[in-house]
């Protein structure tokens, strides 16, 4: 049984880090692509980060670009979201699932994804 599970998310002040983590259970990372998504209060889910199964290469928002990091640990197929020089804007629920069409990033409307995590909360907020 495929189980994602977020972590790490917390209150940090502007200009502060956090680590979120996504554990995959019962997937391989080599065969998916997969993305993070957040959601803030009232608003559409955006789309933030993605990591290829097949070469690991990554994909950004162009609203993280340079401040988010993501990568991936296949041995424990836990997928990682490095958030640095956070802004009050960054304030979300975060979710991480799989691309089930796409072995590498690719953004395509109607995209089906799945193994939704329960979502991890960040607050930016001094």
């Known amino acids: 049984q495929v189980q994602f599970v977020e972590s790490g998310g917390g209150l940090v002040q502007p200009g502060g880090s956090l680590r979120l983590s996504c554990a995959a259970s019962?997937?391989?990372?080599?065969?998916?692509?997969i993305v993070w998504f957040r959601q803030a209060p009232g608003k559409e889910r955006e789309r933030v980060s993605c990591i290829s199964g097949s070469d690991g290469s990554t994909s950004y928002a162009d609203f993280v670009k340079g401040r988010f990091t993501i990568s991936r640990d296949k041995a424990s197929s836990t997928v990682y979201l490095q958030m640095s020089t956070l802004k009050p804007e960054d304030t979300a629920v975060y979710y991480c699932a799989a691309d089930l069409e796409h072995v590498r990033c690719r953004e395509v409307p109607g995209t089906t994804f799945g193994y939704w995590g329960q979502g991890t909360q960040v607050t930016v907020s001094s």
């Open positions: 019962g997937l391989f990372l080599d065969y998916y692509s």
